[in-house]
């Protein structure tokens, strides 16, 4: 039969887990929304090159003015993806220690469990003993009267 400390622990391991996992789930959205940044940063730079270039030789307005809206918009792109990395970076921050206050609780609960072990072993060890001095003195008992 489980002991409770070996239910709850095992219950902590289950959160554990999940919080583990959880904050796996926000560490991959974060890495994701930064390897969007850099492609956007990237974009940016390559668009900003090619209207330079455009600018540099003869062009028509009307090409000028799709670059730069197209620009303009990767910059706009730009700022919504830096306000959705801070996001994720506090939602990572909160995943963090919500699984690190899980795991603390874990370790409690497992240093508990292992207590309530031993007392249980050392318990059987001495009710052992008893009945081995039991049956021990029983037996001398038992010679002396013969």
């Known amino acids: 039969m489980k002991s409770v400390w070996e239910v709850l622990l095992s219950k902590a391991e289950r959160e554990v887990r ?3 996992q959880k904050l796996a789930d926000a560490q991959q959205k974060k ?3 930064d390897e969007r940044k850099i492609k956007l940063a990237d ?3 390559e668009y900003s090159t090619q209207l330079r270039s455009l600018q540099l030789r003869s062009h028509h307005t009307g090409e000028v003015h799709n670059y ?3 620009i303009a918009q990767l910059q706009a792109m730009q700022v919504r993806s830096k306000q ?8 990572c921050a909160v995943a963090r220690k919500a699984m690190l206050l899980k795991e603390h609780e874990r370790m409690k609960l497992e240093m508990l469990a292992e207590r309530e072990r031993e007392k249980f072993e050392s318990e059987m060890l001495y ?6 001095e039991s ?3 029983q037996q001398f008992n038992f010679k002396e009267r013969i």
């Open 18 to 20: 999940i919080a583990q």
């Open 31 to 33: 890495n994701l929304a």
């Open 43 to 45: 974009l940016l730079v």
């Open 68 to 70: 730069q809206q197209f």
């Open 84 to 91: 959705e990395t801070t996001v994720l970076e506090e939602n």
């Open 127 to 132: 009710r052992e003993n008893r009945e081995i």
């Open 135 to 137: 049956s021990a003195l």
